[in-house]
């Protein structure tokens, strides 16, 4: 009769300390979860320090004057036509490459490319830029140039081989780098301009 006494004691104190234990660990995370908010709510209404490029390193880019800003408007239309037809025209590839499509396959996705870099090619060309963005229009609509001819390349793989999906591509990477370059200046990021 005793031991049984004796194990219920046992029980009743471990499940005391189990109880006490996890009183302390929800007292604990509550304190931290006040401290974090007390923290946030401190920080939130005080002026972070703004770090300036210049102080990494790294020389801070100018704002873009308001007749920039509009022709980095204007060249976003276009933007947007040309990177989704550089996408598509990037899959195409990947997709004949990777035995997903045929030679047939490869022409009827790139061949509906062209026109539309056609068009792009001469939306931009429309576009006329401040004096000091004349040369990122150049790179500009000579990128466009590039993703048309390597889009006429491709739709050719079926006629000449995949030496013109070399060449393709080639011309694709051109045409990204200068993108690249150009939206670095004018879209930083990739977001669209106000």
Do not use: C
């Not at 509009?70 to 060249?75: D, G, N, R, S, Y």
């Amino acid at each position: 009769m005793f031991p049984d006494v004796i194990g219920s004691q046992r029980t009743a104190r471990a499940a005391m300390w189990k109880g006490f234990g996890i009183g302390a660990l929800v007292v604990a995370l509550a304190a931290l979860v006040a401290i974090a908010a007390f923290r946030e709510s401190k920080t939130g209404t005080q002026q972070q320090p703004v770090v300036s490029g210049a102080t990494m390193g790294v020389e801070a880019r100018p704002a873009l004057t308001a007749a920039e800003e509009k022709f980095a408007h204007e060249l976003w239309a276009v933007h947007d036509k040309v990177k989704q037809a550089a996408v598509k025209m990037t899959f195409a590839g990947v997709a004949y490459k990777t035995g997903d499509i045929r030679r047939a396959e490869l022409r009827a996705r790139a061949a509906p490319l062209v026109p539309v870099l056609d068009g792009a090619l001469k939306q931009a060309q429309k576009i006329a830029p401040p004096a000091s963005a004349v040369e990122l229009h150049r790179k500009y609509v000579e990128a466009i140039g590039l993703y048309r001819d390597a889009a006429e390349k491709m739709a050719k793989v079926p006629d000449t081989g995949d030496e013109s999906l070399i060449a393709a591509q080639d011309l694709s990477a051109k045409a990204s780098t200068l993108q690249l370059v150009v939206g670095d200046q004018l879209w930083p990021g990739e977001y669209k301009p106000n």
